[in-house]
């Protein structure tokens, strides 16, 4: 079993920046690829950016290329996410996500990812 829990979020202005951290335990981190997701008022979990075990290889949304960037601490059992020149669409709350796999191959639908953390806040002001 693996416990994710997110911390990170809050309220910001448009243009601003937040890191999100996802830190994790119960099982051995550096052998999980990693995801963030997110959900807005209204509308579906949609996948925002992913880190393979090693950090070797991520990959994101076409919404967040160039603004976000998914990083992980196997030391620290913890993956981040620095969201910077954030709109107000980013609002949402973000998940993070976990999935048994030592290979780079990229994984972005919520149903190839088995743990989940309870989410966290991000809500950005025009």
């Known amino acids: 079993q693996v416990q994710l829990v997110e911390s990170g979020g809050g309220l910001v202005q448009a243009g601003g920046s937040l890191r999100l951290s996802c830190a994790a335990s119960g099982r051995t981190f550096p052998l999980f690829a990693m995801g963030w997701f997110r959900q807005a008022p209204g509308k579906g979990r949609e996948f925002v950016a992913f880190?393979?075990?090693?950090?070797?290889?991520?990959y994101y949304a076409e919404s967040v290329k160039g603004r976000f960037t998914i990083s992980r601490d196997n030391g620290k059992n913890t993956v981040y996410l620095q969201m910077n020149s954030l709109k107000p669409e980013d609002t949402a709350v973000y998940y993070c996500?976990?999935?048994?796999?030592?290979?780079?191959?990229?994984?972005?639908?919520?149903?190839?990812?088995?743990?989940w953390g309870q989410g966290t806040q991000v809500t950005v002001s025009s």
């Open positions: 996500a976990a999935r048994d796999s030592n290979s780079n191959v990229v994984l972005t639908t919520e149903n190839e990812y088995g743990y």
């Open positions: 880190i393979s075990w090693s950090g070797g290889r991520t």
